[in-house]
């Protein structure tokens, strides 16, 4: 197994209390695989992503329990200057917003090159040529001129073909991408996830997509967890989530996602909002939103159990939940 976060715990001091934003998640990703983590915003799935990298802010962030076994070793137990040899080299991550996360001053070819000149010792002018090859491959075109303009020069789909270029550079086993399309328009979003999944595939990369629109991922993983309240609640092949979810918080991100067979017909939404991570409710977290919550979900907390050997839900009524 390329990576194994196991059983992990992240809470963050703040004025008012603590919050508990990941409360023992376990998952796991193999080279050449494709694992969506799914949630509304504040349920945990980028700070996880956040512990894994080893970019928590912290403080106010703390990893306090677990482990992330990436490639045979627990990287939780090395020292900063281990970790950041790690980054970047081994896996890299892709944000949401890339113009503030590439510089604004340097140009893009600039950008590119400086990785091959610190990491891997290149000339300049080879730096250069390896920058222009990297655009080609993340097929911004006429890559040879482009190479030479700025960030604010490029559209947002371009400049997140460039942000992938980045995290590709080093060819790194691993790459977590955290809302990659979110900011896109939807023709340009499935253009950007395409291509991430055809070089994921051409390196054998394993890959971390974090979203919270189940709609955008349904074709390039294989896998999807789906996260609530710091929790995993339901993990399972991609196509048995379609056919039935386990787990009524599943089912309500289901029947939200747009279709085209429904036009103009109102769209199904989840009631209420994810709980305050100060105060997560007693029992099933989800209990305050369920459709199907019963007096048992308000006191028992349900665990995360075995259905076969493919999937996982955390629902005292994951049968009937099955049965739809
Ligand atoms: Fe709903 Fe109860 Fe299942 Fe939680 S355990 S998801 S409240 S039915
Ligand atoms: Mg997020």
Not at 4 to 26: C, I, Q, W, Y
Request: with cysteine; aromatic share 4%.
């Amino acid at each position: 197994m390329l990576l194994e976060v196991r059983d992990l715990h992240v809470e963050f001091k703040t004025r008012d209390g603590v919050a508990r934003a990941v409360n023992g998640v376990s998952y796991s990703v193999d080279a050449g695989e494709t694992l969506a983590v799914l949630g509304e915003s504040g349920s945990g799935k980028s700070v996880t992503a956040q512990a894994v990298m080893g970019i928590l802010p912290s403080p106010p962030g703390r990893v306090t329990a677990g482990e992330v076994v990436f490639q045979g070793r627990d990287l939780l137990k090395l020292k900063e200057s281990e970790r950041r040899k790690v980054r970047g080299a081994e896996m890299a991550m892709v944000f949401q917003d890339a113009l503030s996360s590439l510089n604004p001053v340097l140009s893009v070819g600039d950008q590119l090159g400086e990785m091959f000149m610190v990491h891997r010792g290149m000339s300049k002018k080879d730096a250069r040529a390896k920058a222009v090859e990297l655009m080609d491959r993340v097929r911004i075109p006429a890559a040879k001129e482009r190479v030479k303009q700025y960030p604010h020069q490029f559209s947002g789909g371009m400049r997140q073909r460039i942000m992938i270029a980045m995290a590709l550079a080093l060819e790194p086993a691993l790459i977590i991408a955290d809302e990659p399309t979110t900011a896109l328009d939807v023709t340009v979003q499935a253009q950007v996830m395409e291509l991430l999944a055809e070089l994921q595939h051409e390196y054998h990369m394993g890959l971390i997509l974090i979203t919270h629109d189940l709609g955008v991922v349904a074709d390039v993983a294989d896998r999807i967890a789906v996260m609530y309240a710091g929790r995993i609640v339901e993990q399972a092949p991609v196509r048995e989530i379609y056919k039935a979810p386990a787990h009524p918080y599943t089912r309500g991100l289901l029947d939200s996602i747009p279709r085209l067979d429904q036009k103009g017909q109102q769209l199904y939404a989840i009631k209420g909002l994810p709980p305050n991570l100060m105060s997560i409710p007693p029992g099933c977290a989800f209990h305050p939103r369920c459709p199907m919550a019963q007096d048992i979900c308000r006191t028992d907390e349900p665990r995360l159990n075995k259905l076969d050997n493919y999937r996982q839900s955390a629902c005292h009524f994951w049968e009937e939940c099955l049965d739809g």
